[in-house]
C-alpha cells in the first residue's frame, strides 16, 4: 500500500516543476540505531524506494551495540521527508545537521594549522598556498574550529 | 664575479639593483645558471611567517605624577615584569587572568593596530617613588618605547611532528591526532632566509632585517642555537639547527604581520613576519640560492613521548610534505603546515617593492654569527656532591 501512495506523490511532485521543489537537495542527519534494528539495510532502502543516493561520511556501528551513521542524503525534498519519517518509524533516531562550517577570510593567515586536522580532506592549501574550503566534502566534525590560531573557522547554526 | 654591499647599496641608490623575490630567483638560477645570476642579479629577497613563541615586548612608558616605581603591572589583565621604575617586559606567551585564549601576543597586535590597551599597577613602597597605584588606558602614541624582541626570529629548518599513540596530543607543533593519522610541520622551507644562505655567509649581527613591516636589526643566535645540526649533501641541516635573534621598533609594523594566535590546550603563540634580502656578493651565495624543496630534508619525530629525546621516523623531504601525503611508517599520513607559505611569499614581494624604491637598504654585518655553539641541556643536580 505505501508503495502505491508514494507513487502518487512522485507524480505531484514531478509536475511542480516551477516551485522548484524538484531540484534535488542534500541533508545532513546522524542515525543513532538501537542494537535491534541494526540489521535494517538504510542506504539500500532510501536508494531503492526513495531515490536518495547516500554518502556515508562517518559510521561507528559495532555488533551487538548501538551503532552511528553520518549520512548526506541527496534527493527531492519531499522525498527526502518521506524517507526520514520512514527511518523513524524503524526506532532509529534522526537528527538533522544544520551546521556548517563558516570561515572569516579576513583574519586568515593561510598557515595550513586547520588543514592538518581535517581528516575528511575537505581543506586544502591551493597551488599558490591560499587556503582553499571544498564544502561537499565538510563532514562537519568540527576539529578546524578549535585548531584555529586565529579564530577564523566558525560553527554556524 | 665579486660584489660588495656597498657596490649594490649604489645600485639601489641608482635605481640600477636588480632585486628577485627567492621563487622568481630559483626559476632564473634553473633556467640560466648560477654564472648568469650572479652577473646580473643583485639582491635576492627572502621571507618566513612561521610560529613563534621566545618573544618580548619592550614597553617604556612616561613617569607619572606623583612618581611612581611599577610594582605587579598587569596589561589588558596579562602579567608583565618590571625592569625599571616605568619599564615593562611583556611575554608573548602569557595568558590573561581571565581569558586563556588572549595574551602577550594578542597585545602586541592590539597595540599595533593603534588599539587602547589597559595598564594597571602597584607601586613600590619607595619615598621618591610615593605613587602606590595606577590605573590607566594607553596606546601605541603614549609610549616612549615599545620595541619588540624576538629571540628566535627565524629559523633555520624545523622538524615534522606526528603521534604515534593513542590518544590526540595539543602540542606546540598544533593537535596531533593519534595513530599517525596527521602530522604538522613549521618552516617556509625554500623561502626561508637561513635554507637560502646555509652557514649564514651574508647574515650576522648588525645585518637589518624587515620585521613586519618596520625595519629591525640582527642581534646575533638567538634561542636553540644548534649550528652542529647534521647536514644533508645539500648543507640543509636535517632538523632545527641556526636561529636568529632580532629586535625592532613596533611603531612602523604593520598588524597584518604581527598576529596573536591561540594553539588548543597549548596556549598563546606569536606570528610574525620576517624578510631579509640576500645580496649576491659571488657565485657561491647564488649557487646556495638555487635550493628547492626536493633538496630540504627534515626529520619526523615521535611526539607521543613526552622527552628530551625523542623516537624519529626518517627523514623527508619539503616537496613530499607540500603534496599533504606523506609516509610515516610506510603509513600514508596527512600532513600540513603551521606557517603561511602565501604570507612569506607577499613579503618576498614588498621587501623586493622596498628596496626598488629606496626604502630598504642593505647594511654589512659588524660581526659573524657564532657557529661554534653546542647546544645545551638542562640536567638536574640532584644527588650531585655539593
Redesign the interface.
Known sequence: MSKKKDKNKTLETSELVVSGLNTRTRKRVILSFPPSVLQTPITYILAKEYDIASNILRAEIAPEETGKLVIEMDGLPDKLEEAIKRIKEHGIEVTEIARKVIFNMDKC?????C?????A?AL??DE???LQFIEPKCTVCE?CV??C???VVNIDI | MQRTIEEINDKIKNERAQVLTASEAKEVIKEKGSKYFTDNIDIVTCASFEMNTNALLYLSFGQTDPLIYFMDPYINNVPAYVLGPTDLALSCVLSSRDNLEYGGAHIIEDLILGKDIHLKTNGRNFEVYPNKEFDTWFNIKNLNCARLVLNQAINQNNIVAANSGANDINSNMGTLIGKLENSTFNSSSFLNPLINDPYCKTIGVGSSVWVAGGHGIVLGYGSNHNPNQHRNKHSIPIGPSITLSAFADTDQMKSKWVRGGYLKSFGVVLYVGIGIPIPVLNEEIAEALSITDENIHTTIVDFSIPRRTKPIFGQCTYSELRTSTVLINEKPTLTAPLSSMAYAIEICKILKDEIINKDFFLTKSIMPIDMNVELKKLDSRLGELV
Do not use: D, I, R, W
Request: charged letters at 10%.
Open positions: 593567515t593561510h598557515c595550513g594549522v588543514v592538518s586536522v581535517c581528516l580532506g586544502k592549501l599558490e598556498y591560499h576539529m578549535p585548531a590560531p586565529f579564530n
